[in-house]
C-alpha cells in the first residue's frame, strides 16, 4: 500500500471503532450501567472521548422512557439543536441540560434522594466531619462499616465498626449483605451494610457514608440517586501535614497513601460536590445543607 492508502486505512479503522465506542455508551445508558449524569460529567473532557462525540439526540434517546418524540421535546425546551455533540454544548447549554436530567432522575427514583456518600484522599478529614456531624445531627444516620482490620485503642465495636473476621466478611459478600465494599489502601476489606442504609431511607431519613473513592462509584452504580460529596483539601501541603500529624501511620505508608492521594484528587470530576474542609464545623454543614436543599450548587 502506497502511504495515502495506509492513512485511508488507518482513518476508517479510528473511525470504525469511535462507532463501536459511542454504540456502547449508548448501550451503558439502555441498560441502566451508566448513570446519564456521569456520561455527561466526562463528556467535556479533552480531547473528546466517546461521551463527548455523542450527539445529544442519540444520548438521550438512549435513556430508557425518552422516545424520539420526547426528545424533540426536550431539545427544543432547552435550546439545543439536534446536530450538537455533548462535548460541543456551550457552558449554558450544559448546565440546562444537566438540570433538566438531575430532576428528571431524581424525580423518577423511588426512593428518597437522602443518601449521601462523604469521600476524598486519606487524611482530608473525612472521619473528623463525620464524627462532627455525628455529634451535632442526630437526625442523619451515619452508616456503620464492616471491616477487617483490627480495632485500634478507643474504637467500639458497632460504632466505630463492626470488626468481622476474612470469613465473616466472606458470608457477608456472598449473602448479598454489603451496599458496596473494597479492599482499601492494599490492606483490609471495608464495607457498607445494606439493612440499615434502606431502612432508614425508607423511613424517611438521611444517610451518610463516609467510604473510599472505590465504594464512592460502587454506590453510585447501585443507587443513582445517592449524592457524591468530595472533601478537598484547603491545599497539598495541609493534606500532608494532616496526615503527619496525625501520626497514624509510618513514613513509608505514609509516601504509599499519598501517591494514592495524588490519583485520588484527580477522580474530583466524578462527583456531584465539593466541600474544602477548612473548618471542621463548616464543612460539616455544607454536607448535612446538601441533605435538605434538593437543588444545592453544584
Ligand atoms: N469502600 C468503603 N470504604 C470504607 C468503608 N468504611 C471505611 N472506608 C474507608 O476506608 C479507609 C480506611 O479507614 P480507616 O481504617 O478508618 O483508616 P483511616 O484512613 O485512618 O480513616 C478510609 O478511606 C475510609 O473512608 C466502607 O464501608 N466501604
Ligand atoms: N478542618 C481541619 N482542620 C485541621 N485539622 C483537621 C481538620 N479536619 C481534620 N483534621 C485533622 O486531620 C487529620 C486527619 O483527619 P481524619 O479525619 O483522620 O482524616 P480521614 O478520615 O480523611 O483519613 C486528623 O489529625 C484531624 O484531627
Redesign the pocket.
Do not use: Q
Given at each position: 500500500m502506497n502511504p495515502p492508502e495506509v492513512d485511508r486505512v488507518a482513518a476508517s479503522r479510528a473511525a470504525v471503532a469511535a462507532r463501536r465506542a459511542r454504540a456502547a455508551v449508548k448501550a451503558a445508558i439502555a441498560a441502566g450501567e451508566r448513570n446519564p449524569l456521569d456520561v455527561m460529567r466526562t463528556a467535556f473532557a479533552e480531547p473528546l472521548g466517546a461521551e463527548g462525540k455523542l450527539r445529544v439526540t442519540e444520548f438521550l434517546t438512549s435513556i430508557p422512557a425518552i422516545g424520539v418524540t420526547k426528545m424533540h421535546r426536550i431539545m427544543d425546551d432547552l435550546g439545543i439543536s439536534p446536530a450538537k455533540r455533548l462535548g460541543g454544548l456551550g457552558k449554558h447549554q450544559r448546565e440546562r441540560l444537566y438540570d433538566f436530567l438531575y430532576d428528571r432522575l431524581s424525580a423518577r427514583t423511588p426512593a428518597p434522594a437522602r443518601l449521601v456518600v462523604l469521600a476524598?484522599?486519606?487524611?482530608?478529614?473525612?472521619?473528623?466531619?463525620?464524627?462532627h456531624i455525628r455529634e451535632n445531627h442526630p437526625d442523619v444516620l451515619l452508616s456503620v462499616s464492616a471491616t477487617t482490620r483490627a480495632p485500634r485503642p478507643g474504637e467500639v465495636e458497632g460504632v466505630s465498626y463492626y470488626f468481622v473476621d476474612d470469613a465473616e466478611f466472606d458470608r457477608m459478600v456472598e449473602e448479598g449483605e454489603l451496599l458496596e465494599w473494597a479492599t482499601v489502601h492494599n490492606a483490609h476489606r471495608y464495607g457498607t451494610p445494606r439493612g440499615p442504609v434502606d431502612a432508614a431511607l425508607a423511613a424517611g431519613n438521611s444517610v451518610l457514608l463516609?467510604i473510599d473513592i472505590q465504594g464512592a462509584r460502587s454506590v453510585r452504580r447501585a443507587m443513582p440517586e445517592a449524592r457524591l460529596v468530595f472533601?478537598q483539601p484547603p491545599s497539598w501541603e495541609?493534606l500532608v501535614r494532616?496526615?503527619v500529624?496525625?501520626g497514624?501511620e509510618t513514613a513509608s505508608e505514609q509516601a504509599r497513601r499519598l501517591e494514592t492521594a495524588k490519583v485520588e484528587l484527580a477522580s474530583v470530576d466524578e462527583f456531584d460536590f465539593q466541600v474544602v474542609?477548612?473548618?471542621?464545623g463548616e464543612?460539616a454543614q455544607e454536607v448535612v445543607d446538601l441533605m435538605k436543599t434538593r437543588k444545592a450548587k453544584r
Open positions: 476524598g484522599p486519606t487524611a482530608v478529614g473525612k472521619g473528623t466531619v463525620a464524627n463516609e472533601l495541609e494532616r496526615l500529624g496525625r497514624t474542609n477548612s473548618d471542621v464543612a
